[in-house]
């Protein structure tokens, strides 16, 4: 596990393989996902522990980022393969835990499943 901005966090997984557009398919005031094409359609990102592979599309989404953060819906922690600039900086303004996991702990990181993440310890 890499640590991109460090905290910690607890929640259930709100997992994923396909990449986000927080721009593009994410509403600002609810952090629900809008496009009917992603699996996580219509699924309340609030307080979970967001796992996706990777962002995508544009900078302005890391304001997406911010703003749910602002709104209070947005995830508690986030966990990619890669991190994107977007991401990266969307979640160091809004001081929401971010790590790069491995292929191994991302693999083992089960959708629903409650987890604490701790960049302290090192430990998902």
Do not use: R
Not at 23 to 34: F, M, Y
Not at 72 to 83: G, L, R
């Amino acid at each position: 596990m890499k640590v991109i901005v460090a905290g910690k966090a607890q929640g259930k997984i709100l997992k994923t393989n396909i990449p986000i557009n927080f721009l593009g398919t994410v509403d600002k005031k609810t952090g629900i996902i809008h496009d009917s094409k992603h699996d996580l359609f219509n699924m309340p990102m609030k307080d979970s522990i967001l796992v996706f592979p990777n962002g995508v599309g544009s900078s302005v989404g890391a304001y997406t980022i911010y703003s749910i953060k602002s709104n209070h819906s947005a995830p508690a922690a986030m966990i990619c393969k890669k991190v994107d600039l977007t991401v990266a900086s969307g979640c160091a303004l809004a001081n929401i835990p971010l790590v790069i996991a491995t292929e191994q702990e991302y693999e083992k990181l089960q959708n629903g499943s409650s987890i604490t993440l701790d960049t302290d310890s090192g430990k998902l």
